[in-house]
């Protein structure tokens, strides 16, 4: 595929959708606070955010760039304000947002160029929230599947991690940590690698190898423990600053 990696994810919307866990909704009582008018989402996705943002602003823009993903939004959660926009160049007059918003996307975009377009579309004292919610650490991921999905990333914007530019119009940055667990089966577990960027950029025959011979090795795993499910553990991890 030649797709920029943060832009292959529309080629499946529907599978991206139910394969990646649901972002927790507790999430949203630190990052977005009580009262929110307008509410902007970068890099929206599927909508795993949308539908939290929906459920705690009176208004709510959504902005992607992949025009696949926008025409999924726009037939899932009609009561959003779906655009296209990236971090870079958002459709947002200045200085009306109350917050911005990226979940699992902000390692996509250029921390000076996101920063900046972000402030520039925030009221005084509007939130800037960055989240991830990914799979957390465990023995049971394969170091080959592993160097894939990193394969897809840019050395200097690391997931779950909020770098801005000092000289930005920022509030010192605020960080929180939420950490669980979910059960799943050995066919959900890849089921939700096959959403990363780099196995789905993979070509057909090498993503099923990979992901064949990762899922032989998780039924293995749950066989010798006698079950039929793992815990695997999930982070998320917060940051949240205000327009000064």
Known sequence: MTAQPGLVFGVDPAHYDVSRPAVPSDVAD??????????????????????????????????????????????QFPAADVREGSAERLPVESGTADGVFSSNAWHWFDPRAAGTEAARCL?????????????????LW???????????????????????????????????????TREMTPSQICAMFSTYSAIISLDDAEREDLLGRFHVHLTARARDEGRETHSIPFTATLYRTRRS
Do not use: Y
Not at 35 to 41: R, S, W, Y
Not at 156 to 164: A, Y
């Open 30 to 75: 630190w990052l977005i606070g009580p009262e929110c008018d307008l509410a902007v989402e970068v890099g929206a996705g599927t909508g795993h955010f949308t539908r939290i943002l929906l459920d705690r602003a009176q208004r709510v823009i959504a902005t992607d760039p992949d025009p696949q993903m926008r025409a999924w939004l726009t037939t």
């Open 123 to 139: 009221k005084p004292g509007g939130v800037l929230g960055v989240s991830w919610h990914d799979r957390g650490h465990s023995d």
């Open 142 to 180: 394969l170091s080959d599947v592993q160097q894939v999905i990193l394969s897809a990333h840019h050395p200097d914007r690391k997931i779950h991690e909020l770098n801005l530019p000092e000289d930005l119009p920022f509030t010192p940055v605020e960080k929180n940590v939420m950490e669980f």
